[in-house]
């Protein structure tokens, strides 16, 4: 009994993304089928109320490459700039909001066949 092409595509899937593949699917015929974009960490600003910032500036820069992105916060105090398109490695976020440093923090991205994880997942400053 031969698989049937959406039995052999969904076994290629899951076998890209560390899942075993299913027996009787020929060595040979698995594909690594990813999800594609880049993944994101949310980054927040937020005041001591922990009411959302607009305007605030986000900078992530890469540690080893150097690469940087920018951002402003919305109306709802987010940014979704910093994606895993940075790279494999440690970025470092920061945060100002007008002339006051709100801090950083480091975000390691890990990415493996199909996707890339963030460590931390979320970065929220608060603005004083």
Known sequence: MR??????????????CG????????E???????????????????????KPVEGATVVAEHLSTGETVEAQ???QGRVTSVTSDLGTGTVRVSARFGDAALG??????TCGKCNCTATPSIVTFTAK
């Not at 899942?19 to 020929?26: D, F, N, Q, S």
């Not at 698995?30 to 960490?41: K, N, Y």
């Open 3 to 16: 698989p049937s092409i959406q039995t052999a595509l969904t076994a290629a899937a899951l076998l890209g």
């Open 19 to 26: 899942i075993p593949a299913r027996e009787g699917i020929p």
């Open 28 to 50: 040979d015929s698995r594909l690594v089928v990813c999800a594609s974009g880049a993944a994101t960490v949310p980054v927040s600003v937020v005041d001591s109320a922990g």
């Open 73 to 75: 916060t919305n109306a």
């Open 104 to 109: 950083t923090a480091d975000v390691t991205w």
